[in-house]
């Protein structure tokens, strides 16, 4: 069974969200790639201190990881059948338990890429994470 939900405000609008965060991002580090310190955080512990150093050039990973999940959870937005529910979808309640999951997406997809737009600009400037980072990332 084929199913389409249709696109709403809220997915225009959260879609809109990530392609700034995702376009910023990429702007943002070719603009300012030459200030930037040779070597950058690579990871950071549960302190949010950096426990590994790296080379400028892994800057490029947490934007080329945070495309691949964005459209990776576009391409999983158009399956509702495939989605896990967690209730039995019958003809009356189908558009309805859909348009919920497909707006959970939405914002779990902005939020990941809200949260690797700040990892990323983050290890660029070369700082530690901020101690309210993890508890609001968890």
């Known amino acids: 069974m084929s199913v389409k939900i249709e696109r709403s405000r809220y997915d225009v609008i959260v879609n809109l969200g990530c392609l700034i965060l995702l376009s910023a991002t990429i702007i943002y580090l070719a603009a300012n790639w030459k200030n930037f310190p040779e070597k950058i955080p690579g990871h950071y512990n ?3 201190e950096v426990d590994r150093w ?13 495309w691949i999940m964005y459209f990776g959870m576009t391409v999983l937005e158009h399956y509702p059948q495939n ?3 967690g209730v039995a979808v019958t003809e009356k309640n189908t558009e309805r338990v859909y348009r919920v999951l497909k707006n959970m997406i939405g914002t779990l997809k902005f939020v990941v890429v809200g949260i690797f737009t700040f990892l990323s600009i983050n290890s660029a400037l070369a700082e530690p994470l901020p101690v309210w980072f993890l508890p609001a990332a968890d």
């Open 54 to 66: 790296g080379n400028k050039g892994e800057l490029l990973i947490l934007p080329i990881v945070t």
């Open 83 to 85: 989605w896990n529910t």
């Open 46 to 48: 549960i302190m949010g």
